[in-house]
C-alpha cells in the first residue's frame, strides 16, 4: 500500500491535525526501568509513516519518546511533514524541564502538541491553572506549537478556563461507543472550541466483546467489506474527532487506512451510539470514576 494523504481539520490556534494519528502507547507501554531502546518500536514507527501515518502520539509515561525520536530520525520524512504529540505526566510540576527533557528524547527542536495527561494529580483549581499558565509559557517560547489537555472532564477545563489566555486546542480522551461522554464532557469541550481526540476507540472488540455492538459491527463490516476495528475508528471519525490508534503489524496499521476510502451513514453512525449505550465500559483511569460513570 502506497502512503495516504491523511486529511486534517483546523484546531482553535488555526493549526491542522491529521484526523487519524499513531499511538505509542498501550501495548507499547515501557516502565521507568526499561532503559534500552525497544527496535521493535521504531521499526514499527517508521512502517506507521511509510504508511502515510504523520500524526504521531507518545507521551513522558509511555517512555516511548526516545524510541519515536529514533524513528523519526531514520524515516526519511521531513519534519514539516509530521505532526508530533507528547504530554507531560510524571514531571507535571516542573512543565519547563519537562518539555526540554522530552525535546531531548525525541530529537526535536519544537513538538507541534504539548498536551497536560492527566488533571488527577492536582489537588486544588490553583495548581491546575498554574500549570495551563507555564504551558502558555512553552507555546510562546516555541517549543510546543499547539497546547492541550488529556482525560480532563468538565469541571477541570473549567477551572483552567477561568484563567486561561490560550484555550486548549484538544482534550485527549477515551471515548468509544461504549464510553460516549456524553452532553457533559464532549458537547461542552465543543461549545468552548476544543477539538476532541478519542484513544482506545476499538475497546468493544478489544476489552468489551460480548456486548450489543457485536452482531452490528459484525453485519456493517460485512456491508463495508472492512473489519470492525475499521468500522469503530470510521464511528469516530464520523463522530468529527480525532482518532488515535496503534497496532504492532504493519497490515493492520494499513487496514486502518482503509476508514479514509468510506463513509458509515447517518443512521449507522446513529445506530452505533445508541446500541453502545446499552452497555458501559471504561478502559482507562478507572479508579478515579464510580463504576457506572460515564462522564
Known amino acids: 500500500m502506497s502512503a495516504l494523504n491523511i486529511?486534517?481539520?483546523?484546531?482553535?490556534?488555526?493549526?491542522?491535525?491529521?484526523?487519524?494519528?499513531?499511538?505509542?502507547?498501550?501495548?507499547?507501554?515501557?516502565?521507568?526501568?526499561?532503559?534500552?531502546?525497544?527496535r521493535d518500536l521504531v521499526e514499527a514507527a517508521k512502517s506507521a509513516m511509510k504508511l502515510g501515518f504523520n500524526h504521531l502520539?507518545?507521551?513522558?509515561?509511555?517512555?516511548?519518546?526516545?524510541?519515536?525520536?529514533?524513528?523519526?530520525q531514520e524515516c526519511g520524512v521531513p519534519r514539516a511533514k509530521l505532526f508530533v504529540t507528547t504530554k507531560v505526566g510524571a514531571s507535571v510540576r516542573d512543565i519547563?524541564?519537562?518539555?526540554?527533557?522530552?525535546?531531548?528524547?525525541?530529537?526535536?527542536?519544537?513538538?507541534?502538541?504539548?498536551?497536560?495527561?492527566?488533571?488527577?494529580?492536582?489537588?486544588?483549581?490553583?495548581?491546575?491553572?498554574?500549570?495551563?499558565?507555564?504551558?502558555e509559557q512553552v507555546k510562546a517560547s516555541g517549543k510546543a506549537r499547539s497546547i492541550g489537555v488529556s482525560n480532563f472532564l468538565k469541571g477541570h477545563l473549567e477551572t483552567i478556563l477561568k484563567t486561561a489566555k490560550v484555550i486548549p486546542v484538544v482534550n485527549q480522551i477515551e471515548l468509544h461507543p461504549y464510553l460516549q461522554r456524553g452532553d457533559d464532557l464532549v458537547s461542552f469541550q465543543e461549545s468552548k472550541n476544543i477539538k476532541t481526540v478519542s484513544y482506545a476507540g476499538l475497546t468493544p472488540i478489544t476489552r468489551a466483546k460480548g456486548g450489543p455492538l457485536d452482531p452490528l459491527l459484525t453485519a456493517l463490516?460485512?456491508?463495508?467489506?472492512?473489519?470492525?476495528?475499521?468500522?469503530?475508528?470510521?464511528?469516530?471519525l464520523d463522530?468529527?474527532?480525532?482518532?488515535?490508534?496503534?497496532?504492532?503489524?504493519?497490515?493492520?496499521?494499513?487496514?486502518?487506512?482503509?476508514?479514509?476510502?468510506?463513509?458509515?451513514?447517518?443512521?449507522?453512525?446513529?445506530?452505533?451510539?445508541?446500541?453502545?449505550?446499552r452497555k458501559h465500559y471504561r478502559a482507562f483511569w478507572d479508579k478515579h470514576f464510580g463504576p457506572d460513570d460515564r462522564l
Open 7 to 38: 486529511p486534517t481539520i483546523q484546531l482553535n490556534d488555526g493549526t491542522s491535525i491529521p484526523i487519524i494519528g499513531y499511538g505509542t502507547g498501550t501495548a507499547w507501554y515501557k516502565t521507568a526501568d526499561s532503559a534500552a531502546v525497544d
Open 57 to 72: 502520539d507518545c507521551a513522558e509515561n509511555y517512555g516511548t519518546e526516545p524510541e519515536l525520536g529514533q524513528a523519526i
Open 96 to 135: 519547563q524541564a519537562a518539555i526540554d527533557a522530552s525535546l531531548k528524547k525525541l530529537k526535536l527542536d519544537y513538538v507541534d502538541l504539548y498536551l497536560i495527561h492527566n488533571p488527577f494529580w492536582a489537588k486544588t483549581e490553583a495548581e491546575l491553572q498554574e500549570a495551563w499558565a507555564v504551558m
Open 221 to 236: 463490516a460485512k456491508k463495508y467489506g472492512v473489519s470492525e476495528a475499521e468500522i469503530l475508528l470510521r464511528w469516530s
Open 239 to 277: 463522530r468529527k474527532f480525532v482518532a488515535i490508534t496503534t497496532s504492532s503489524k504493519e497490515s493492520r496499521l494499513a487496514s486502518y487506512l482503509h476508514i479514509l476510502t468510506f463513509k458509515l451513514n447517518p443512521e449507522e453512525v446513529e445506530e452505533i451510539s445508541r446500541l453502545g449505550q
